[in-house]
């Protein structure tokens, strides 16, 4: 049977584990061969530039080639081609399919219709694991565990597909401490909250974190999702509504890491960037380790 990655439940703690381990040997052995002779189709409906490309070095350096596109505008969707047909299609002419839609809902229904592994890249404000994965091995590699963290998610939880997906994995581990710092209207989604609730975690919810900082392991930044907002007017009222400045670290624990997905707009000061607790492009390199270990794991390559 194909095993497909669409949401992070689809995997279990004991599987992220091993991900992490396969991650750990990829970072420290990158060219492995392992997909020689496999075509991977990457096929991207919505603007990316790390998943895209962390995706295809993950792919070159395990030796695999690529077919798809960048730009759905580049392909027969523009001719009325339904997702239908064209994964039907594709899934003819490859090994297994990487693919950024910005319909919720638009990866499962791909995995349905593919006769071949399908991995979710993003769809719309659903889920993003891969990108949780990476999340896991750069939080894993900072804290030294994943268990007993104190993980603050600020921004825009609401359309933020990567913090559903890491609330959701985070709640596999022992005793963690969510703090959702967002806007009323962007607020954690009820579902995600409830899945908390019924595991017994605690959660707790701020407008402003300055005060708390000090607690936090983890700092998951997340730029609001202009893309998702159907009133440009309520886009503009939250924008910069958080805005992390190198003197708020000052107070902060001394293995706090800042975390972010990007692309970064203005929630992150530049001037945090040389700071030691900055960990958002390292956390962008780790995805080219997770990615060939998601890819070798999926496709039984190991
Ligand atoms: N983190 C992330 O998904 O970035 P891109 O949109 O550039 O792929």
Redo the contacts with the bound molecule.
Sequence with gaps: MKKDLISITDFSKEEYLKIMELAKEFEENPNQDLLKGKVVASLFF?????????FETAISRLGGRIVGFADPDSSSATKGETLHDTIKMVSNYADIIVM?HPLEGAARYAAEVSDVPVIN??DGANQ?PT?TLLDLYSILKTQGRLDNLNIFMVGDLKYGR?VHSLLQAMSEFENPIFNFIAPSILQMPKAYKLHLEQKGMKYFEHELFTDIISEADIIYMTRVQKERFSDPIEYEKVKDVYILKNEMLENTKPNVRIL????RVNEISTDVDANDKAYYFTQ?LN?IYTRQAIISHIMNLK
């Design positions: 919505e603007p990316s530039t790390r998943t895209r490309l962390s950024r890249a993003g993003h990108q990567t972010h997905p990007l692309p962008a995805g």
